[in-house]
């Protein structure tokens, strides 16, 4: 599915502060008629993983894989974890490792979606798309919106210390292990974070209203960019509910029918594959049945929200109903409705926190099971960003000898491609680049919250340089954010 | 007074150690009082808006790419600090250092159970930068001023090392801040 550049064709390259901090870039193609042709979205990492855990003993994976992304570190660490219980047969976790590994996640996903949404996309929504770069940043917000700043980061804080408080550590923790947890959580700790939830309910209920009222205000304006109808896929438990620790494999199509349903985790290999393409490190899934021209899907809060018959907390259910409401009941295929998506999994998640911290399991004493050793084992999770799938094969000596990883942003691949060529196409003209293609490219890549364009942007920078070449290599036109 | 600038760079790394930067949590509105962080100290040259007098680097250099940004902050930057085990020695990246990088390539592109690649291309577009032979701990490369230690190094070893360079103190972190998990 992949074409050879043809020599009469324009290449444009959207580099942003990753290009030389080498996650990513952005090429736009231009046929002979100086239109869109294709947009590339290039993955310049690789560090082979898969490879080199090899020989590595299976006990280690827990804390060794989650060094893939120090973004969200708990998702590869419960992942793997989740794997290695099956390995040693523990895979029915006692009620105390369950509820500290739940507690673990949920805390994750509070200070992801925190970090997300006031560090990275309210900039863009509370300046516009237009906005100086020198004030659209967090430190924009900070000087603008000091209140709102704060809470960004006493948030997050309170996710992290959460994460701390049952993984050991902030980021790259060792919590999880195979078959339950190395600690519970002590009724010190669970009153250091009961102290601090109620304001934590507010802020996120405000956070929420703000993405809310954002979308449902300019819905018209929003509703076109950089969007496209999918399919969509995400974990969801036995009765449908959204489960972001577990559960099994559900994907639509756009219209909401059922492509595949209550697909056991174990069997994701029939399901699921990755075409390679030869300008990207990052492989590009699709659902087998569907083949790799039309089998592409999206996954993260969109596709959740999307695939969930409903979220088993009642705030963010009665938010689930609103927002489903615009839509008529049927999927959502807005680009820009995941920051509004992401902001009901964070009213989710607290909710999810308040319930756990009332539950006295969470200081039990029986942390670890074990039963009958299997060579070869599936973990699934829902990662901030999406659907996180482990695969690992362990030999006799007990070492790995097969490491299969498809982490959410690479789900999201060819969306996100689809995104920007749509933003491309509706905001191109001839081949001069504008201040505000640059904008809007960068705001249709962030609404995935792919990693590449988190960790720069949190310091409160997203330059962007995009180069116009000729076929020969030659710049023609450069601008810059 | 202009206020000093920081640069940061995450090279083969996994943005844990920029991610422990924030976790100096609100310590970082009280930081950006005192240093402005280089408007975009990653993308290009002439993007280094001036002299910084701190550079941060995450990661060590696995590919073309990073070995010319590693040479750029060391042009640009008074202090090189290399944050974290995978700047200062590799780190997990450096696992492939002992296996052919084809064998790598191969198990992510060719072998793998979902790969569907029917004619075994391995990713190779000029847009992609060439792959190092190895991994490169950052002092291979060029000259390192100080070393913070760590997986990722903690937000109070971070925060210590910079408000000592900032008030042009002497780097003296107690073991507590740089012993291992």
Request: hydrophobic share 40%; proline share 5%; net charge negative.
């Amino acid at each position: 599915m992949d074409v050879a550049l043809p020599t009469s064709m324009k290449k444009i390259v959207i580099e942003p502060v990753t290009r030389v901090e080498g996650h990513g870039k952005v090429t736009i193609l231009l046929d002979e008629a100086k239109q869109v042709f294709q947009t590339r979205l290039h993955i310049v990492e690789f560090r082979g993983f898969e490879r080199f855990i090899q020989g590595r003993p299976f006990w280690e994976v827990p804390v060794l894989v989650q060094r893939l992304c120090g973004i969200c570190p708990v998702s590869h660490h419960l992942a793997a974890a989740k794997a290695m219980d099956r390995i040693v047969g523990g895979e029915k976790l006692t009620p105390t490792a369950e509820k500290i590994r739940r507690l673990m996640h949920y805390g994750q996903m509070f200070q992801s979606h925190a970090l997300h949404f006031f560090h990275l996309c309210s900039p863009d929504l509370l300046f516009g798309f237009d906005a100086d770069v020198a004030i659209r940043n967090v430190i924009g917000i900070a000087a603008k919106f000091p209140d709102l700043a704060v809470q960004g980061v006493m948030m997050r804080k309170y996710g992290q210390e959460i994460i701390k408080a049952t993984a050991g550590k902030k980021i790259h923790g060792t919590g999880a292990i195979p078959g339950g947890v190395n600690k519970n959580l002590s009724i010190q700790e669970r009153d250091f974070f009961l102290k601090d939830l109620d304001q934590m309910l507010t802020w996120s209920r405000g956070a929420l209203a703000i993405a809310k009222d954002y979308t449902v205000t300019n819905l018209e304006m929003l509703a076109p960019f950089g969007s496209f109808d999918s399919s969509h896929m995400s974990l969801v438990r036995s009765d449908g509910a959204m489960d972001l620790y577990d559960g099994n494999l559900r994907a639509i199509d756009a219209e909401g029918g059922k492509i595949f349903d209550q697909v056991d985790c174990q069997d994701y290999v029939r399901y699921i594959a990755e075409e390679v393409r030869p300008w990207s490190y990052m492989k590009f899934p699709f659902i087998k049945s569907l083949g790799p021209e039309h089998g592409w899907y999206r996954v993260g809060p969109l596709a959740r929200l999307n695939t969930a018959d409903f979220i088993d907390t009642p705030e963010a259910e009665a938010e689930r109903r609103t927002f489903m409401a615009v839509t008529g009941g049927k999927p959502n295929n807005l680009t820009m409705a995941y920051h509004w998506a992401r902001l009901i999994e964070l009213l989710h998640a607290i909710e999810k926190i308040q319930e756990l911290l009332h539950d006295p399991d969470l200081q039990g004493t029986d942390l670890v099971v074990k039963g009958e050793r299997r060579g070869e084992a599936v973990g699934i999770i829902e990662a901030p960003r999406g659907t996180l799938i482990h695969h690992y094969k362990v030999d006799d000596q007990d070492q790995v000898v097969m490491a299969n990883l498809i982490v959410s942003t690479t789900h999201n691949n060819e969306p996100m491609n689809r995104a920007i060529q749509k933003v491309a196409k509706d905001h191109l003209s001839g081949v001069e680049i504008t201040e505000g293609l640059l904008n809007r490219v960068e705001v249709a890549i962030r609404a995935y919250d792919p990693c590449l364009s988190c960790a720069t942007h949190a310091l409160g920078q997203m330059p962007l340089t995009v180069e116009l070449l000729d076929h020969a290599g030659q710049v023609l036109d450069v601008k810059s954010t | 007074m202009a206020k000093p600038k920081v640069a940061t760079t995450s090279l083969a790394g996994c943005f844990g150690c920029h991610m422990s930067v924030l976790d100096i949590d609100e310590r970082i509105l009280k930081l950006v009082e005192l240093i402005d962080f280089d408007k975009s100290p990653i993308d290009d040259i002439k993007h280094f808006s001036g002299r910084c007098l701190v550079g941060l680097v995450e990661g060590g250099c696995c590919n073309e790419e990073n070995v010319h940004v590693l040479q750029e902050f060391r042009k640009h930057c008074d202090v090189l600090i290399a944050l974290g085990d995978c700047a200062t020695m590799g780190g997990i990246p450096a696992l492939r250092n002992t296996i052919p990088l084809q064998e790598c390539l191969d198990e992510a592109y060719r072998n793998g159970p979902t790969v569907h690649n029917p004619s075994g291309t391995i990713p190779n577009d000029p847009d992609l930068p060439l792959l190092l032979n190895r991994v490169y701990p950052v002092q291979e490369v060029v000259k390192i001023d100080y070393f913070l230690p760590g997986c990722p190094p903690s937000a109070d070893t971070i925060w210590a090392a910079l408000t000592a360079l900032l008030s042009n103190q002497k780097i003296d972190l107690p073991y507590e801040l740089i012993k291992y998990d």
